[in-house]
């Protein structure tokens, strides 16, 4: 089993569609838990790091459910610009584990 | 400027050749990692660097070698090089005053074909 896992997708969505992506992970002692962005063949930006509380930046939403090991992304109002890949990923204080992302095409 | 950058962007070498990746950051961070990435099979941790005198394995070190020069420079090698080594490579940076974070900053990656 992966230590961290996303659905591959894709996920197409019309252009103001709401979309959410789940990942779970499997070491419990993991502390830091955060999404990535990806567009092709570029590197991973930092999107949004998750907490316990859950956070929210403008139209994207974090959870973490430690209870579960999982972590969500909730993308409202999509934009055509949101078309990309979205990695989650979870740590210890030492280093990340990354999934393999989940692919988003927002379409017209 | 970027904070992170890594030299060269492409290579296509042959097998058996020696390569070497470089890493430079001027985002002051002591923390350095490599790691590559391959189609469904996600980013994976070649080697991490905490400070000069400090290298450790990652998931998939077999093949490669480190060389952490200084703080802001942190080299890849791949002593003689095989096709299952074509891959995008990244280096990633990351702060120690915030360890409990961890969140990764990393550059625009090296795309490397073994032929």
């Known amino acids: 089993r992966k230590e961290v896992e996303q659905d591959p997708g894709p996920f197409n969505v019309p252009e103001g569609a709401t979309v959410a992506f789940n990942c779970t992970y499997s070491?419990?002692?993991?502390?830091?838990f955060f999404w990535y962005r990806q567009d092709c063949r570029k590197e991973p930006k930092l999107l949004m790091s998750?907490?316990?509380s859950g956070n929210e930046d403008g139209r994207f939403t974090a959870q973490l459910n430690r209870a579960s090991q999982y972590i969500s992304l909730l993308i409202r109002d999509s934009k055509l610009s949101d078309s990309a890949t979205y990695l989650c990923?979870?740590?210890?204080?030492?280093?990340?584990?990354f999934g393999t992302g989940t692919r988003l095409q927002v379409t017209l | 400027d970027a904070d992170v950058t890594q030299t060269p962007r492409n290579r296509i070498t042959k097998t058996g050749k020696r390569i070497m990746l470089e890493c430079s950051q001027t985002?002051?961070?002591?923390?350095m990692y490599w790691y590559r990435q391959d189609p469904g099979l996600g980013l994976r941790l070649i080697y991490y660097?905490?400070?000069?005198?400090?290298?450790n394995k990652g998931e998939i070190s077999d093949g490669y070698s480190v060389s952490r020069q200084a703080q802001a420079k942190f080299s890849l090698s791949l002593e003689s090089a095989i096709p299952n080594q074509t891959a995008l490579y990244f280096c990633?940076?990351?702060?120690?005053?915030?360890?409990?974070?961890?969140?990764?900053?990393f550059g625009p990656g090296t795309r490397l074909t073994v032929l």
């Open positions: 990633a940076t990351s702060d120690p005053d915030r360890v409990r974070n961890n969140e990764q900053f």
């Open positions: 070491n419990s002692a993991s502390q830091s």
């Open positions: 998750v907490y316990s």
């Open positions: 990923s979870s740590g210890t204080a030492s280093k990340l584990t």
């Open positions: 985002k002051g961070h002591d923390r």
């Open positions: 660097s905490f400070d000069v005198k400090d290298i």
